[in-house]
């Protein structure tokens, strides 16, 4: 911000993945706004003001924050990971040149495409999508299955890695309208207080959040299987479902991804959890609303030795008096009200 102030400039370039993207719509909504501090503008339409011309380069397939309206801010004194929303923190011009992305090691490449591959699921499974976003997030898919193992395998590929950039923006498209969900909030706090990177804690949580949906969803991603191209129009519902889950695990193995966060410290829960489940009611349109107790479970998942998971999934859980046995027991249905909440 003083670079841009003490040298007259009249445009802000972020150039680099998502952090960089986001700085740079950052330092662009101070300047527009120099007496608002950023955590002020956390949440939604606080911005409010046209940034200076504001261009994004971005240098891994992921973010999609070229083309969102999302800035992510982490807060070096609490740890707290915080968005920012509004219009005008969108990009003006998106420059998608997959060579800028040829250098990018395959695990970040892994990561940053599951990343991508995230927004478009979370897009497509939430509660408040449009024609648009439904297309721009299958399309999405469609690209990420067709070409992240290439742009892994062989990162001097340049078509792969131009259809990545362009499975990114598409995704990017899609949230930027219908949001993201409990993947992303519980990615983001632990990106706050452990650092970890965010491509990684979503494609470590994505198979399991989409489990502890439930049926509820699994309409939703049989249509992702077809896209993905591992099932056709015809299979039952719940066996793409199923198909499309496994088949994002076996990805994960396939990049070296594993099942846990061991940053996670048990006393950390608590706060964990109540900052993922502020972030995302009522502004993620969830397809299953959980309340912050309920959230508290995942990251005691992501903590255990694979041998100990089925035994918490087999616990039942006691709510309103009422013990549920089965694992969607876990999670409380959505029902229209808070439907109409979270519908935006
Ligand atoms: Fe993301």
């Known amino acids: 911000m003083e670079l841009y102030l003490d040298n007259g400039c009249d445009c802000i370039i972020g150039f680099g993945g998502g952090s960089s993207m986001d700085c740079a719509k950052a330092v662009g909504a101070r300047i527009a706004k120099p007496k608002q501090s950023l955590a002020k503008m956390k949440g939604i339409l606080k911005v409010h003001k046209k940034l200076p011309l504001l261009m994004a380069v971005p240098t891994t397939a992921g973010t999609g924050s070229e083309t969102t309206l999302a800035a992510v801010i982490t807060d070096a004194q609490t740890r707290h990971k915080y968005a920012i929303n509004d219009f005008p923190l969108i990009p003006r011009y998106a420059v998608l040149d997959p060579k800028v992305t040829l250098s990018l ?199 255990e030795e694979p041998s100990e998971i089925s035994e918490i999934l087999e616990t039942p859980t006691v709510s309103d008096g009422e013990s549920k046995s089965e694992n969607e027991g876990n999670v409380v249905e959505k029902g229209e009200t808070e439907h109409d909440r979270a519908g935006n």
Do not use: W
Request: with cysteine; proline share 5%; charged share 20%.
């Open 105 to 303: 090691p395959p695990f970040i490449t892994a990561t940053t495409g599951m990343d991508a591959l995230t927004h478009a699921v979370e897009a497509y499974i939430g509660n408040s999508t449009t024609y648009g976003t439904r297309k721009d997030a299958l399309l999405a898919v469609k690209l990420i299955f067709e070409n992240i193992d290439t742009a892994y395998e062989d990162g001097s590929n340049v078509e792969a890695r131009r259809n990545m950039l362009h499975a990114s923006f598409y995704a990017g498209c899609a949230f930027t309208k219908s949001y993201v969900g409990y993947i992303h909030a519980i990615a983001h706090s632990l990106g706050g207080e452990y650092n970890v990177p965010h491509g990684l804690a979503n494609a470590v949580i994505l198979p399991m959040l989409l489990e502890a949906y439930g049926t509820k969803i699994h309409k939703k991603l049989s249509r992702l299987a077809v896209a993905a191209g591992i099932a056709e129009d015809e299979t039952p519902c719940e066996e793409a479902a199923g198909r499309f889950i496994q088949a994002i695990k076996d990805m994960k193995k396939r990049f070296g991804i594993g099942d846990h966060i061991p940053e996670i410290q048990e006393t950390d829960i608590p706060k964990l959890a109540h900052y993922a489940d502020k972030e995302a009611n009522p502004l993620y349109p969830v397809p299953v609303l959980m309340d912050a107790s309920e959230l508290e479970k995942f990251y005691h998942l992501l903590m």
